[in-house]
């Protein structure tokens, strides 16, 4: 199975700051197809997960241009820029490359 | 408007069986692949089944697979989970959610599954 492995567990950050969280994979998350299957979900607090980003750096329909995705591999970043209230939540990254589907532990981002 | 809506939750007793249902609106159902997913009382996600669009293609996870069974009713734009054998370790809040390439776009708001006796 492949492991999906996020850091910081938790961050805080001011209003308009700038934060990035680490997603790392066990194994190359690079599909046969040559698409690779990394994506970002935020649970604000007593919701349930959206989608924000999938194949590493599209954004979702909706999702605002603060939020950006990137890296290759095993390796891969969610920044979000001028750190809104609404920001406020869990986020988690998952794989979509190979059965069985799993997701990060979740990164936590509180606003000071 | 995209809408999963799950029902069927409950308190059940271990060893004992329970089915959800999700019901689809606002999309071609029969288009898109699903799933079921998991969240454990202030735990993190777990997928727990995925269904092709035509069911031809069915995966499980190993903490439910010979206990769970997903299926779908295409004409009635409803995907099911049938649990059997129920274990505490089962109590989640279970969520649908369809299938895109490789993720998951949209989420219903869960329905809550407590194994207790």
């Known amino acids: 199975d492949v492991v999906m492995t996020q850091t910081p567990v938790s961050l805080s950050v001011s209003l308009g700051g700038q934060v990035s969280i680490s997603c790392r994979s066990s194994q190359s998350l690079v599909h046969n197809n040559g698409n690779t299957y990394l994506s970002w979900y935020l649970q604000k607090p007593g919701q349930s997960p959206q989608l924000l980003i999938y194949k590493v750096s599209n954004r979702f329909s909706g999702i605002s241009d603060r939020f950006s995705g990137s890296g290759s591999g095993t390796d891969f970043t969610l920044k979000i820029s001028r750190v809104e209230p609404d920001d406020l939540g869990v986020y988690y990254c998952g794989q979509g490359t190979q059965y069985p589907l799993t997701f990060g532990s979740g990164t936590k981002l509180e606003i000071k | 408007e995209v809408q999963l809506v799950e029902s069927g939750g409950g308190l059940v007793q271990p060893g004992r069986s329970l089915k959800l249902s999700c019901l689809a609106s606002g999309f071609t159902f029969s288009n898109y692949g699903m799933n079921w997913i998991r969240q454990a009382p202030g735990k993190g996600l777990e997928w727990v089944a995925s269904?092709?669009?035509?069911?031809?293609?069915?995966y499980y996870a190993d903490t439910v697979k010979g206990r769970f069974t997903i299926s779908r009713d295409n004409a009635k734009n409803t995907l099911y989970l049938q649990m059997t054998s129920l274990r505490s370790e089962d109590t989640a809040l279970y969520y649908c959610?369809?299938?895109?390439?490789?993720?998951?776009?949209?989420w219903g708001q869960g329905v809550m599954v407590t194994v207790s006796s």
């Open positions: 959610a369809r299938q895109g390439p490789g993720y998951e776009d949209y």
């Open positions: 269904i092709s669009s035509s069911s031809s293609y069915i």
